[in-house]
């Protein structure tokens, strides 16, 4: 089995520009850690890369090649993703609505975030359908499971690392914003930001 080298300096350039540019697990954890600190945020993180390696796999492993090929069951989870993402903003803007108690240093109480990472991540086809793009890039001269392997965990890696720096980060800022103003104003972006997606993931 051989590991083609000299894929890896575009490799890393191009995994850079995919990491750093923000999406919806970006989003997803640094509200988390904004509203409910750092513990919270590391677990959504480890929900959120759970489901990516479970997509990674299934690039590695030839299913999501067959998977793709029915666009009948990525319609289906199209749709999956878009109805959890609007549950998500649904639950954001029910807590809205609830009286807000007295101003507190305390985080807020995120209920399950490593669920919340894992179904958003894993119920969204893009991510799939771009590692199916994105990863046979790569390969160059060596051997194709091997090759999508060991890239596949690079790129898991460097994700990992630049998204637990903004769970940190907001995790350590969490007790200064917890402002009955500041929060609202981060949950009515939330609110909207989940469910634009969830209408871009319906229309796409």
């Known amino acids: 089995m051989k590991f083609d080298v000299t894929t890896l300096p575009a490799f890393l350039l191009a995994c850079l520009v995919v990491v750093i540019t923000p999406g919806m697990d970006a989003f997803l954890l640094l509200r988390t850690s904004l509203r409910a600190g750092t513990r919270a945020g590391l677990r959504a993180l480890a929900g959120v890369h759970t489901a990516s390696a479970v997509q990674i796999g299934l690039v590695v492993s030839g299913l999501g090649a067959l998977l793709a090929g029915y666009p009948a069951l990525l319609q ?28 507190s240093d305390e985080p807020v109480v995120v209920t399950h975030p490593f669920r919340q990472g894992f179904l958003s991540n894993l119920m969204n086809p893009k991510m799939l359908l771009f590692s199916l793009a994105f990863l046979p ?62 209408v871009g993931l319906v229309l796409a």
């Open 137 to 198: 890039q790569f390969i160059g001269s060596g051997d194709a499971v091997l090759q999508l392997g060991v890239l596949g965990v690079i790129f898991l890696v460097l994700a990992a690392c630049w998204e637990a720096t903004i769970v940190l980060a907001a995790g350590r800022m969490s007790r200064r914003l917890q402002r009955p103003g500041v929060t609202t104003t981060l949950d009515a972006v939330s609110a909207a930001a989940f469910l634009t997606i969830s």
């Open 76 to 103: 289906v989870l199209r749709w999956l993703g878009a109805a959890y993402l609007a549950f998500l903003a649904a639950q954001i803007v029910r807590g809205l609505l609830r009286p807000r108690p007295q101003e």
